[in-house]
Nanobody, 122 residues
């Protein structure tokens, strides 16, 4: 079964750094877009950053300059390097993969990770 496996969340102080990782577990042919969303308590899930297989990026305005997304296409892994963290970055971070081709005979699928909690203390 193909799934996303996340790691790297935790507790950090304001101004600190964290690195999240998300890997596709299972055999796939390719994946188009990999990204991260977050959901804070009482708020809707929002895009943090996304990266296409071709290298195009999209960042939320609130994280530009502080967060960098990268990926290893060979390992089907995406990373989120977060620095200068603020209390408002506290949320559950979800990995997302769009256009996952498991078998060329079938349509591509979308995957979500289970979420990893990032808590930034003031």
């Amino acid at each position: 079964q193909v799934q996303l496996v996340e790691s790297g969340g935790g507790l950090v102080q304001t101004g600190g750094s964290l690195r999240l990782s998300c890997a596709v577990s299972g055999s796939i042919v390719s994946v188009n877009i990999m990204g991260w969303y977050r959901q804070a308590p009482g708020k809707q899930r929002e895009l943090v950053a996304a990266l296409t297989s071709g290298g195009s990026t999209n960042y939320a305005d609130s994280v530009k300059g502080r967060i960098t997304i990268s990926r290893n296409n060979t390992k089907n892994t995406v990373y989120l390097q977060m620095s200068s963290l603020k209390p408002e970055d506290t949320a559950v971070y979800y990995c997302n993969a769009v256009g996952v081709v498991v078998n060329t005979k079938y349509r591509s699928i979308e995957l979500w990770g289970q979420g990893t909690l990032v808590t930034v203390s003031s």
